[in-house]
Nanobody, 124 residues
Framework: QVQLVESGGGLVQPGGSLRLSCAVS????????MGWYRQAPGKQRELVAL???????NYGDPVKGRFTISRDNAKNTVYLQMNSLKPEDTAVYYC??????????????????WGQGTQVTVSS
């Protein structure tokens, strides 16, 4: 089993900053892309940021220049540094990762998993 556990959400004033973390656990063999998505009430889930195993990044247009995604491969953890937060950034933020798991080559399988979500609220 593969689990993703997010942390770091909360309430922040407009213009403030938050840092989200997402740790991947289980019998992980390798992780390919890791990413953050968000879903606001009444809206579809959208991509916030994505980072590949080689470190290439991709950002959704609304967050470009304000958010930074990074990863620590040794800790199987992805981070999202969010600066200059706006009320429209309010949403539940979900972590996503895909790769291979299994303690031996006999039971190695691909995985694609989501975290449980963490609430980010930007309000004065």
């Amino acid at each position: 089993q593969v689990q993703l556990v997010e942390s770091g959400g909360g309430l922040v004033q407009p213009g403030g900053s938050l840092r989200l973390s997402c740790a991947v656990s289980g019998s992980i063999f390798s992780i390919n892309a890791m990413g953050w998505y968000r879903q606001a009430p009444g809206k579809q889930r959208e991509l916030v940021a994505l980072i590949t195993s080689s470190g290439s990044t991709n950002y959704g247009d609304p967050v470009k220049g304000r958010f930074t995604i990074s990863r620590d491969n040794a800790k199987n953890t992805v981070y999202l540094q969010m600066n200059s937060l706006k009320p429209e950034d309010t949403a539940v933020y979900y972590c996503n990762a895909n790769g291979l798991y299994g303690s031996s080559w006999l039971d190695r399988r691909p995985f694609g998993s989501w975290g449980q979500g963490t609430q980010v609220t930007v309000s004065s």
